[in-house]
């Protein structure tokens, strides 16, 4: 199919993070794989473009997990009676340990692309394990998928029992540097630099993944002050440090000047620490479904908002069970209700506006010129046949998405396109 089209349907995006912008039976023009812009009558000078007619249909910008973990993606659902740390040691460990063997992680992460392909994510970003081989392989398949991807070898070399830790420091770079000379064929999977998180990585590791980082210019991903028993934990192993985000930074991995970087939860971040994170300009990835599974709490999100950070969406498989952002959306606005019930009633309840921005443009950021149908940006669009909700009352476009934000299956997304290529 052609990267020029012209998709016919009831059209809605994001303008900014309270502002939707819907257009019922629009046109949303795509030239070269980006958005020409949308128009409620189609411009004369498109009208050669083939036509694709979805009228009746939701059509919406792609959504962006901005953090996953592909090898959990076998053991999703359980452990959800544990916290963090003992999940961590009971569950992923040892499963991740399993990677070593080619013949399992390539009948793992094809189950794992097939359903993200599947999913109305069109672009994420991912952990996979400690694993050259194994880390090529996925992105090998993510490649083929025709999703765009930032995929991570994990980095990590202490405070693990099983045989998922790394040897020491040198044995960690140098596997992450022969990954890295394998990842020059892919034009859609891209590498990410992803140390664990402080409690799995030495101070030696640590530096050393700076080095590398100021070498190559790659973004970083890791977790941040997830849980209170990590936090603690990270107090005991770097005294040195002003908190948890100061210990990423004092190695460069914290974002700022030419490090685009993503720190997951930031559940319990407080003043200090979202300001450091506000001045190096960090995308935080909320992921409330793993938040209340393993019982780390309710991220402030509200705060991170107003204060002016960078905020998307992430399913957190495993810790969350389900791909489908959509159901983060939903889980986002319920947990901040709580939250404003229960703990501070100063952080107003996040609103469908919000979230669906969050899932869209505030995480495609990360990607560049991505998330919404203004002219520009590439065009990440699903189209939503979400008939089997309609009935005798009518809804307006904006209603209709809000329906989908609590109440979408996989079964209505009818077609996705990535970057102007149809997926199906």
Excluded at 35 to 52: I, K, T
Excluded at 127 to 142: I, N, P, Q, R, Y
Aim: aromatic share 8%.
């Amino acid at each position: 199919m052609s990267s020029s089209f012209v998709l016919r349907g009831d059209l809605c995006y994001s303008l900014d993070p309270q502002t939707l912008c819907a257009v019922p039976d629009g046109y949303l023009v795509c030239v070269e794989g980006r958005s020409a812009g949308v128009f409620a009558a189609l411009p004369e000078r498109y009208s050669a473009l083939p036509q694709l007619d979805f009228r009746g249909k939701l059509i919406v910008p792609g959504l962006v997990d901005l953090h996953a973990h592909a090898p959990q993606y076998t053991y999703r659902a359980l452990g959800m009676d544990l916290e963090l740390l003992e999940w961590l040691e009971r569950h992923t460990f040892p499963a991740e340990a399993r990677y070593a063997d080619l013949d399992f992680a390539g009948a793992a992460y094809d189950r794992f692309v097939e359903d993200l392909r599947r999913s109305p994510t069109t672009r994420a970003c991912l952990f996979a394990t400690s694993h050259a081989g194994a880390t090529l392989l996925l992105m090998e398949k993510l490649e083929e998928s025709g999703l765009v991807t930032r995929v991570g070898k994990v980095n990590m070399d202490r405070n693990c029992s099983s045989a998922a830790r790394e040897a020491d420091a040198g044995a960690s770079l140098a596997e992450t540097r022969r990954w890295l000379a394998g990842c020059g064929s892919f034009r859609r999977t891209a590498p990410i630099l992803t140390p664990r998180f402080i409690p799995s990585c030495t101070d030696e590791l640590l530096a050393g993944l700076g080095e590398l980082q100021r070498e190559t210019g790659l973004p970083v991903q890791s977790h941040l002050s997830e849980n209170l028993d990590e936090i603690a934990w990270v107090k005991e192993l770097c005294p040195w440090s002003a908190g948890y985000a100061d210990a990423y930074d004092r190695f460069g991995l914290l974002g700022g000047a030419n490090c685009p970087a993503i720190m997951a939860h930031c559940v319990h971040s407080g003043p200090e620490e979202t300001a450091l994170l506000q001045a190096r300009g960090v995308w935080v990835a909320h992921c409330p479904e793993s938040n209340a599974n393993i019982a780390s709490g309710v991220a402030p999100v509200r705060a991170f908002l107003d204060g002016g950070l960078r905020v998307g969406l992430g399913s957190d498989i495993a810790g969350g069970a389900q791909l489908s952002l959509f159901r983060a959306m939903a889980l986002a606005i319920q947990v901040s209700k709580l939250r404003w019930r229960l703990l501070d009633s100063s952080l107003a309840p996040l609103t469908i506006p919000e979230v669906f921005w969050m899932g869209t443009l505030g995480g495609g950021s990360f990607f560049g010129a991505v998330g919404s149908f203004a002219p520009g940006y590439e065009l990440d669009a699903l189209v939503l046949d979400d008939a089997r909700l309609s009935g005798p009352q009518p809804h307006g476009v904006e209603e209709r998405l809000e329906q989908m934000v609590y109440l979408a299956e996989d079964r209505d997304l009818l077609a996705k396109f990535v970057a102007g290529r149809r997926l199906f």
